[in-house]
Each structure stands twice: as C-alpha cells, then as structure tokens.
C-alpha cells in the first residue's frame, strides 16, 4: 500500500490515470444517486404520511414493503426490465459496446448517462492536474463529486437534497480542523456568512413581494462554500452565479418559450460559480474588480 501511495505521489501520469479511472466508476455511481435519492426521499414522505394517517388510510395503504435505496433493486431497463450484467454497467464503455441502445429490447439509453461519467472524470481530472497529488485533492473531489450530482437532481427536481449538503457541509467545518483548508474559525464564520447572506436576501424577496425567490438547498450550499473558501469568497460566487445565472437562464426560457416567471434552478450556478473559485477563486475576483475599476 506505501508503494502504492509513492507511486501516487511521485508519478503524475500514474495519479492521473487512477483519479481518471475512480472518477469515471463514480460517474456511473452519480447516475445512480441522481436518479434514486429523489425517489427515495419521495417514499420516505410517503411512509411518514402514511404513519400519520393510520387511522384514516385502509391496511392496504399503510403497507409497504418494497426495498428501494441505492443498491436495491438491480439496475434494470426500463422498458422490459431486463437486470444489467456486469458487464452492460462498465462506465462509458458499455454504452459505446451497446450503440446507446438496452441489450435485451434496443431501447435507446439516455445519452446522460455517458455524459456524466465522461464529465465527472474530466472534471475531476481538471481538478487533480490543478492540485496535484494531494490531500485537498482528495477532498475536492469529494465536493465535486456531490456538487454534481447536487447540479442534476436540482435540474430534475428543483430539490438540493439534505442528504447531500449536509453532510458535505459537515466534512467542510471539521477537514478545517486539520489544516486543510480554511482555520476552524475562519471556516465557521464562512459558512455562516454563506448561509446568512442568502437567508437575507431570501426573506427579503418574500417580505416585499409574497413569493419564494430561491430554496433552503442554496443556502446550505453557499454555506459549504464558505466554510472551504472563507466568507470573503461569498460575494464573489454570488456574482459570478447569478450573472452565468441570468444569461443562461434567460436563453433557456426564450428557447423553451416559457414566460419569465418561470422558475428556474439556481444550485447549478451557485455549485458551478463555486467549483470555479476553488480552483481560480483569486484570479475571478481580481479580474472582476479590475473590470469595476477598483
């Protein structure tokens, strides 16, 4: 294991093919999680519902035995429920091994699939050439892992899910214990600020116009961004994800053909404005006020 490790840490074409090779395998898990977690949470509002309602549902109802996470049931097609081997679930490969089509029926398979297996290692790869072989490596590739599935469920769902954020904003706070990123104190009053900021501006929106401008899922997530950037990275984030934000999405509406006042996602751009400034955080922000003129 030791030789493993120098041999990561000495050799850059053999850390880049490993990081290559898990980031595609993750990939092919991120799709699972993009299409269960939601699933998953939606039975499990369910069975709470159900649990209240004991008195007023029929047995029938109330009963609910099926397993479904994240490891069960089996991959399977849609179509004609064929069980995926093995070897149909090689991240990108099988796809390409399937021409895009289900082995047993030929429905077509979503390009999305391979696009998110192929985008997360090239992502991370990005990352991993950025850093180098080391441990704010490892945690960055964490955080993009999740900030991408995050980017997709949010698409799907307009849901940034806790089961995510949390747990992220958790390893974000206590990595900073151990000289990884920001100092304990430093992390905390980021994270702080991140969440705060939007909170504001949040119920602000609600107070002057009765509407929700945005959900509880960005402030967590600006809230993770600040306790690994530190708060002075917040303002920057927020500018630069709402700019990206408004371009994309306005085109996005004008092509769609859908009014204005159609909602969109903004944990997209807050987890893409977010990645961005972990990696080139100084040069955004220098850049930016240089074109202010400051």
Known sequence: MQDVIQLLQTETWFFLLTVGLVSLCMGSFLNVVIYRLPIMMNNTWQSECRLLLTDELPKSQLENTETFNLSTPHSSCPKCGHAIKAWQNIPLVSWLLLKGRCFNCKTPISVRYPLIELGTALVSLWLAQHFGPVPLTVLYLIITWALIALIFIDIDHMLLPDQITLPL????????????????SEAIIGAAVGYLSLWSVY????????????????????????????????????????????????????????????????????????????????????????????
């Open 203 to 294: 119920w602000l929106f609600k107070l002057t116009t009765g509407k929700e401008g945005m959900g509880f899922g960005d402030f967590k997530l600006l809230a993770i961004f600040g306790a690994l950037l530190g708060w002075q990275a917040i303002l920057t984030i927020v500018l630069l994800s709402s700019f990206v934000g408004a371009i994309i999405g306005s085109v996005q509406l004008a092509i769609q053909g859908k009014d204005k006042s159609t909602p969109i996602p903004f944990g997209p751009y807050l987890a893409i404005a977010g990645w961005l400034c972990i990696l080139y955080g100084e040069q955004i922000h220098t850049w930016y006020f240089n074109l202010l003129g400051y």
């Open 169 to 184: 904003l958790w390893l974000a706070l206590l990595t900073s214990c151990f000289d990884v990123t920001q100092p304990p």
